[in-house]
């Protein structure tokens, strides 16, 4: 009986229209009238296997640099942007998202982000994140290019699955934002 006030007090604060509170890691929303768990753990699975996530876009040391790193893109990017990106991304590139691309006098191509060039060498991150550097006479050719394009998870995946993406990726904090 002694949990009788505290749920009236629950159903009392209901229905004065708070919208959201925290009841031991669920979100309960009385205006949908269901519990929204969040699964930041079953996002990262997602986002680590069958999304493929990790194809295009590094966390941490893991994944490739053909899209941006995301390993703090919870502290850069509303929730809201984020459900953007998935369901609606734009067809223009970033151009800080642009990479670099090097072919070689011996015919070898090498993609990813430039971080040096002077007249004698450059160096770059290849696509799995490998320091790499050229002399700039065994050079060929070297420029921009756009990445491939970040695809739409509309329909694609579930809105329950691009929900638990969403709490995985606002978890990715940069260091002393947790
Ligand atoms: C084929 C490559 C590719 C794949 C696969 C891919 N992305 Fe992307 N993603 C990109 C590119 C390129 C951009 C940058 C678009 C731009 O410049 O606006 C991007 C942008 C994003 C952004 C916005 C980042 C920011 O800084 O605003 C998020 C979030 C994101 N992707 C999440 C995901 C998730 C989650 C998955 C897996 C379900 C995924 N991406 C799969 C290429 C990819």
Do not use: W
């Amino acid at each position: 009986m002694a949990q009788a006030p505290l749920f009236a007090m629950l159903l009392i604060a209901a229905a004065m229209g708070f919208s959201q509170f925290h009841l031991a890691g669920l979100v309960v929303s009385p205006s949908r009238g269901a519990a929204l768990p969040r699964r930041p753990l079953a996002g990262k699975a997602i986002f680590d296997g069958s999304g493929r996530c990790l194809s295009c876009h590094r966390v941490g040391a893991m994944g490739s640099v053909m899209g941006p790193n995301l390993s703090d893109v919870g502290s850069r990017v509303s929730a809201a942007a984020l459900r953007q990106s998935l369901v609606d991304p734009p067809t223009e590139i970033e151009p800080q998202n642009r990479l670099y691309e090097v072919v070689t006098r011996d015919g070898k191509t090498v993609r990813g982000k430039l971080l040096n060039q002077d007249p004698f060498s450059l160096q770059m991150l290849d696509s799995g994140g490998q320091l790499v550097a050229f002399v700039s006479s065994d050079v060929r050719d070297a420029h921009f290019v756009e990445p491939p394009a970040m695809p739409s998870y509309r329909g694609k995946l579930t809105s329950g699955q691009i929900d638990d993406l969403i709490a995985y990726l606002a978890s990715l904090r940069a260091p002393g934002d947790r």
